[in-house]
Each structure stands twice: as C-alpha cells, then as structure tokens.
C-alpha cells in the first residue's frame, strides 16, 4: 500500500473531492483523520469508511480558527505519534454568494479559502519540521491561473494566493524534509453550485475543456495520493493541474 503507516489530516473531508481522497487514503493504508465543519457529513462517512476496513477518525474544524488546528493537530499527534500528510481540501466556492462585489463575502472567502490554508500549513510544517519530513498538498484551482467571468474575483485571488504561499513555503520547509504542493482541479461536479452547476453556463465549460466533458473526483484524488506519497519524494513548490486541458489553451 502507497500510504501504510502513515497518518493524514484532509479538510473538507465530509463531501465531495475531499472524501474521495479520504476514501482513497485509506485504502492505501493510511490512518486518515477527516476535518470538517460539518459534523453530520464527517461523522457519517467516518463510518463508511470504518466499516470497510479503514483506519480512521472524525475531528470537528473551522479551518479559518487557528485555536481549532492547534487542538486537531494536538490530538492526532498524540494518538498517532506522527503527522506525515496535510491535505488542505477545505474551501468556499467561487459561486458562494451572488453578490461579486459584497465585502463582507470577499473576507468570508479568503479567510477559509487563503487564511485557512495558511493555518493549516504553518500549524503542520512545525510538526513535520521536527519529525524530519512530511508532504503538504494544498487545495487551489485552475482559477488560481486564470479569471472567470462568474462568480466572486475573491475565489480567484484566494486560489492564486494558495499557489504562491505554497512555493514560499516549499522554499522555507524544504531544507527540513517537508514538502509543500499545489494541485489546481477544473471543472468538477462536486465542487459547482448555482452559475456553474446547470444549463448554458455550465455547457459553456465543459466545450471549452480540450477532453469535453467535467471531471471525477476521484480523478483528482489520485493526484493528491501521489503527492502526498513517497513516490513524489522530490517533488516539492510545484503545481499538478488536473483540468482535462482547459488552461492549455
């Protein structure tokens, strides 16, 4: 298995790409600890996959508190003995609110979207530093390349922004044995919602989209698995763009 022994924080883990990673973690033999705001969804899949064999646990957070990651990453430290995987999934959509131009919505997103990352990644890159290794995958978007005409600028800010902090942190942890990544998904299912979920819009997408059609989560759940194993061993401040070619144009 790609991931035996090792333990792994993913966020958002209660839906969508984040428990298509935790599911996939786990078969490969992790001990996954699924992080989310939403306990019902958390708790829920922590059975499922508990009861095909995996090794797992639910741990309620708000990603935006910095008190919450220091009391989750306290807990799995003292459980586990080890953090060796941080996957920031966790995340508003660029569709969260109708009002692109709101203020209150722009600081709503960056503060789960960019300041939730940057939480989780200082808060684990400590532990991982003292252990002497440890792989970060952070969450961003092909919207941290590019702009839309939908949807709120502050997703798209909050996405670029998770690309560049991650290189800085590459640069700062790498000499520790911690390695820090970007993976930038595109059009997916589970992560759309009202403009981009239904109708022309959402066609729109998909025939700009060199492969024609939107992808699977499990897709791109089989690109965090690689960077967060050993096989990506040296790779690190890098992006990995699962988007079925829409950024190549």
């Given at each position: ?43 829920h899949l922590e059975d499922e996959i508990s009861k095909a064999g995996g090794n797992v646990q639910f741990e309620f957070c708000d990603v935006s508190s ?184």
């Open positions: 298995m790609r991931l035996e022994g090792k333990t792994a924080i993913i966020t958002g883990a209660g839906n969508g790409m984040g428990a298509s990673d935790a599911k996939l973690f786990a078969s490969e033999g992790a001990n996954v600890v699924l992080a989310d705001i939403d306990s019902e969804s958390g708790k910095e008190e919450n990651w220091q009391s989750m990453i306290s807990d799995v430290i003292n459980k586990y003995g080890t953090l060796d995987i941080l996957v920031n999934n966790a995340g508003l959509s660029s569709t969260f609110t109708s009002d692109i131009l709101s203020t209150d919505d722009w600081h709503t997103i960056m503060n789960v979207n960019a300041t939730g990352v940057f939480l989780g990644t200082k808060t684990a890159a400590e532990i991982m530093k003292t252990q002497g290794h440890g792989s970060i995958v952070n969450i961003s978007s092909i919207m941290g390349f590019v702009g839309g005409e939908y949807g709120h600028p502050a997703y798209h800010a909050s996405k670029g922004a998770v690309r560049i902090f991650s290189k800085a942190m590459a640069v700062k942890y790498g000499p520790y044995g911690v390695r820090v990544n970007t993976v930038h998904p595109g059009f997916m299912p589970p992560m759309v919602s009202s403009n981009h979920g239904v109708g022309s819009k959402r066609d729109d997408y998909v025939s700009q989209t060199p492969l024609r059609r939107s992808g699977e989560s499990i897709e791109v759940a089989y690109g965090v698995l690689f960077l967060a194993s050993d096989e990506a061993s040296f790779i690190t401040g890098t992006e990995l763009v699962i988007d079925g070619g829409y950024i190549a144009q």
